[in-house]
């Protein structure tokens, strides 16, 4: 038994070559160990690793997301694996059902290092849509095999985010009725790992009556549904993300004018993209041209068709509008020649935009049906099914007649692999490139890939891709030979082709029964009446065997050469040697008289034994009645008249394709508005015996060129390895997605590795946020316990009162916001007595909800500065009274690290409860007034420089601000928002207010004593005089007595 690593999360790691983990619910437990004879064999690897300080680590890996975890280094004495513990929520927080992406893992003995390193697949269980449904009435073992016999093809629907997640649908025959349909979320590994479902009664009861001949016809299972084309309608189940009953419901699609007929005949069209948001599925007639296929082009926003006729075959290309395709075409209509005379269908590569249309011949559109390239013919054979792996580029052809050929995506070669006998089966890739046969009661999963790249076991040996016919070689150089296929003047019009070189050939090797093997560079074809039709130029990796003297005694002998035709010679020996019988055999025809420096000669027949008639390679170079010395022309047996004397078969991979850390097979990266994404790749030739040419061997091809600017720059270093640097940068205001394909276009299909299709998003990433930096950092811990002491033992941390509201403008008891903190249904609200306070404020978490329990609020959510959370808010920080010139410091986190917030960013600053009492300061640069104003006048709002900006409160309690970047510098929304409680304020001086009371007082005492005098009839301007008259006639006597005692 062969060691190898192994891993497992479901028990002991099993003997089996790849590795399939899923996340539960739980966290995620992995053991990994070595397999070999004996328990005791494992345990000394193990021991022999870990006491030299290597233990294993995990990469966790998608398009847009790399986790490496370790292992623990210490291996108990009892163990003989490995074991890491990893909680769910270290890989992923998210628990929402959701098309997401499967997970590569890539477990190796020490990062960095790659040895013993295996890759596998991680699943995430809980939010993959189908696996949260039953699809129908379960089936045992038994009853799914009394539908056997009645099955006449096999269906297969893979999950475009995680392609291990499959449905596997029989096609019935007349006598048996049913739909069956197997589930599978490990990639078809093990048939007794098939879940088998009878959907037949939710048909039914979708059709309103029992009908007979009920079966599958074709499936596609998209991002949210599940679509099932039946004998008797097409029927799309409801939105796969949102369980409303455990058992998955259908309605049926109708399609106006359909009967049964169409539906037998008819086939689903998708074109598979992980990201895509929604699928429409339309039917559509049209007469006198058939619509064969309809494929919607999301890199493009367009729609392709492929149109058939009894005249002729052709493609066109519609822009959408409104998800519809418009009337008038986006490129003018691309009409294939006669020659494609059976189309079937039409299909993108997925995750790129290497569009194929297939039946007799395969064509290739890299441009989106604007042009298409003949890729292959195969005349009276037709291509009836493709596969693809999106992982490995693999494209996989299967005839009517069971060959099966292989291509990678938007290489411009092919190859036949082998055949299929099997009567009923499909093919299926999983997550990670392996190809599988699928029949009705047996799976066969492909190993060779691990390897040599090529699948070969399922296929049978690798095939002769020779043709019967002779071959004429022609010497150009040393190392480069012209090798001609003869077709006889008698040949039928109908199989000429069958004695010519095809594409199929080009990259593959010529080798000859004796001995020499020749790699095929180009195909040429002639436009000759009879003799060569067509020829190759190849390059000697080992050199020709020539025939001896014993084998053909006419070497022995000069050589007179005379024209009979125009490509025809009569060969007349000229023995010099006395005694010596030289002469031409029967064994001779179909042999080559090659003569260094001038033309090839083919024998085509015996006149006698001196004389033969040939043809020859070419014409030009050969002089009429020459005489070639003996010894100075040699013989290559390179016929078919005695058995083939040569072969053809694929060329081991010749290239290794190297890139940087940042780029795996298909990455998606987001480009933002104005940045660019450089990385680098590097080809590394594998190409012993055969000439490196200094000519770049990598193709660069834009999906949608006028999204992305792409600049690439390729050198050869001193080990005549290709480095290339790519830069993608965005153009303009537009949003999209593209893909960038990079492809090695002389690499030979049996490379593992020929194309990589990074996915570039001109759009905002997900991992792409705004964050505030405090002024003062506190530690989780003391957020859970709400006390973080400064040096003076101020409390740094406030909780809040349950249901609290910040004040408004119109005092501290009279709350206008609608934003509850610390929200809990059961308790009272405070500083609720005025009509205003009580017809605001709702709750978000917490509505409909009778207890804080039932709200739900995470840990995430208790400590959220949204204010979406502000229910689960219960700590903010607190700040003492006055806050001046605090630093509203911001950084932009992304997959590229942290950045400060600074020009060309511009901010917005709102208080989201729409408090008063603050103010910002900020320096305005002249380079950045201008746009400030401009954007001001736009969004009639103060526009603020980040860089420096600093906050003053003059107000009390909590604060919660909302910072915004202002559109135009960002595909993002970049939003954050903060708190800051402001506590300990002090009373405000009394004295005004005494002022204002004593004023009022006497004031109104005033009036009060006006208002008594009014009713009580009292004058006091009467009182008045008459007091003054009094103290008038007083002072009078008083004189008089005066001057009486004087």
Not at 274 to 297: I, Y
Not at 566 to 592: C, H, M, R, W
């Amino acid at each position: 038994m062969e060691k190898h690593f192994t891993c497992d999360n479901q028990g002991i790691p099993q003997k089996k070559e790849i590795i399939k983990l899923y996340l539960s619910s739980d966290d995620l437990k992995i053991k990994c160990s070595f397999q070999s004879e004996s328990e005791l064999t494992s345990k000394e690897f193990l021991g022999v690793f870990t006491s030299g300080g290597l233990a294993p680590s995990l990469g966790i890996i998608n398009s847009t997301y790399t986790g490496i975890f370790h292992f623990n280094l210490t291996l108990f004495s009892d163990r003989a694996y490995w074991l890491i513990n990893i909680p769910r929520e270290n890989i992923t927080k998210n628990t929402d059902i959701a098309a997401v992406e499967e997970w590569l893992v890539r477990i190796t003995l020490q990062h960095g290092l790659n040895i013993y390193t295996t890759e596998g697949t991680l699943l995430d269980n809980v939010r993959e849509p189908i696996l949260q449904w039953d699809l129908g009435t379960v089936l045992t073992k038994k009853g799914i095999a009394e539908v056997y016999p009645h099955v006449v093809d096999l269906k297969v629907a893979k999950c475009p985010c995680a392609n291990d997640v499959a449905l596997l649908g029989f096609i019935l025959n007349t006598t048996y009725n049913g739909i069956y349909i197997g589930l599978s979320s490990s990639g078809f590994w093990d048939y007794d790992d098939i879940l088998w479902f009878n959907l037949t009664d939710t048909i039914y009861s979708q059709i309103g009556e029992e009908h007979r001949e009920l079966s599958v016809v074709d499936m596609v299972l998209t991002n949210h549904f599940l679509v099932i084309l039946t004998s008797l309608g097409c029927f799309v189940s409801g939105d796969l993300r949102y369980p409303s009953s455990s058992i998955l419901t259908f309605s049926r699609a109708d399609f106006c004018g359909f009967e049964r007929v169409d539906y037998i005949k008819g086939k689903l069209w998708y074109n598979e993209r992980c990201f895509a948001n929604r699928e429409h599925f339309e039917g559509m007639k049209s007469l006198p041209s058939t619509v064969l296929t309809f494929l919607v082009d999301q890199e493009h926003s367009a729609g392709i068709y492929l149109f058939s006729s009894q005249k002729s075959t052709t493609a066109s290309v519609s822009i959408l509008r409104n998800n519809k395709p418009g009337l008038r075409p986006k490129f003018p209509q691309f009409i294939f020649p006669t020659s494609f005379s059976s189309p079937v269908g039409m299909v993108f590569h997925p995750r790129s935009h290497f569009l194929y249309a297939y039946g007799n011949q395969v064509w290739l559109s890299i441009d989106g049906g604007n042009t298409f390239e003949l890729l292959a013919d195969f005349h009276d054979d037709i291509i009836k099914n493709t596969y693809h792996s999106f992982y490995t580029s693999d494209i996989t052809f299967v005839s009517q007649s069971g060959n099966v050929y292989l291509t990678k995506a938007g290489l411009r070669r092919y190859g036949k692999i082998g055949s299929i006998s099997d009567k009923i089966f499909t093919l299926y890739y999983d997550h990670m490139g392996f190809i599988h046969k699928l029949t009705p009661d047996h799976f066969e999963a492909d190993m060779s890939l691990r390897t040599s790249g090529n699948p070969k076991s399922i296929f049978g040996q690798a095939p002769d891709m020779g043709f019967e016919t002779a071959l004429a070689p022609q010497y150009i150089a040393l190392k480069e030979i012209i090798f001609y296929a003869y077709v006889p003047a008698n040949e039928p019009e109908g199989t000429i082709y069958t004695k010519k070189f095809n594409n199929m050939h080009l990259g593959k090797v010529i080798h000859s029964r004796k001995t020499g093997t020749a790699y095929i560079r180009k195909i040429l074809h002639h436009n000759t009446s009879e003799g060569f039709l067509s020829s190759v130029i190849a390059e000697v990796i080992d050199p020709f065997g020539i025939e001896e003297v014993k084998e053909s005694t006419c070497l022995s002998s000069s050589l007179t050469i005379s024209r009979v035709g125009i490509v025809s010679y009569k060969l007349t020996l000229q023995s010099q040697t006395p005694g010596t019988n030289a002469s031409f055999q029967d064994l001779d025809v179909e042999k080559t008289v090659v003569i260094p420096g001038h033309s090839s000669f083919l024998i085509t027949s015996i006149l006698d034994d001196k004389n033969a008639l040939a043809i020859a390679t070419m014409p030009d170079r050969i002089l009429d009645n020459m005489i070639i010395q003996k010894d100075s022309w040699f013989l290559h047996n390179l016929g078919h008249r005695n058995g083939r004397m040569w072969s053809i078969y694929a060329k081991p991979c010749n290239y290794w394709f190297q890139q940087d850390h940042s780029l795996f097979l298909n990455v998606l990266k987001y480009i933002d508005l104005g940045k660019s994404y450089t990385f680098k790749v590097k080809v590394i030739p594998n190409t012993e015996g055969v000439q490196t040419l200094e000519i770049p061997p990598l193709n660069v091809i834009v999906g949608n060129a006028n999204l992305l600017e792409v600049k690439s720059e390729g050198s050869f270093d001193d080990s005549e390895n290709y480095i290339m640097k790519i830069s993608a940068a965005s153009k303009a205001l537009r949003q999209g997605s593209t893909s960038l394909a990079l492809v090695v276009w002389g690499a030979s299909i049996e490379c593992l590795v020929t194309t990589v299709v990074p996915v570039m998003k001109n759009s905002c990433s997900y991992l792409k946020s705004m964050h505030h930096i405090p002024s003062k950092l506190i530690p989780l811990e003391d957020w859970i316990s709400g006390v973080h002491k400064d040096s003076q033992g101020f409390n740094m941390i406030k909780t809040l009162p349950i249901n609290y509201r910040p004040p408004s403008n119109m005092g501290i008891a009279i709350p206008l916001t609608d934003n509850f903190y610390h929200a809990d249904p059961s308790k009272p609200i405070p500083r609720n007595l005025f009509p205003t306070s009580k017809r605001s404020g709702k709750f978000k978490q917490c509505a409909n909800m009778s207890t804080r329990e039932e709200c739900n609020c995470t840990n995430d959510q208790k400590f959220s500065h949204a204010v979406a959370f502000s229910d689960c808010r219960e700590k903010v920080p607190r700040f003492k009274f006055p806050v001046t010139q605090y630093p509203i410091s911001l950084e932009i986190y992304s997959e590229d690290g942290h950045i400060p917030v600074e020009t060309p960013y511009l901010v917005t600053v709102t208080e989201v409860n729409s408090r008063e009492n603050w103010k910002l300061k900020h320096s305005v640069p002249a380079n950045v007034k201008k746009l400030k104003n401009y954007l001001e006048h736009r969004l009639n709002a103060p526009v603020y420089n980040p860089l420096g900006l600093n906050l003053s409160i003059k107000g009390s309690e909590l604060f919660h601000f909302r910072v915004s970047v202002v559109p135009g510098v960002t595909f993002c929304n970049l939003v954050e928002e903060f708190q800051i409680y402001v506590d300990e304020v002090p009373l405000p001086f009394p004295g005004h207010t005494l002022i204002a009371v004593a004023a009022a007082v006497v004031l109104g005492g005033l009036i009060f004593t006006a208002f008594m005098f009014q009713i009580r009839n009292i004058h006091p301007s009467d009182i008045c005089q008459k007091f003054m008259a009094r103290n008038k006639v007083n002072l009078s006597n008083l004189s008089i007595n005066q001057v009486a005692h004087r």
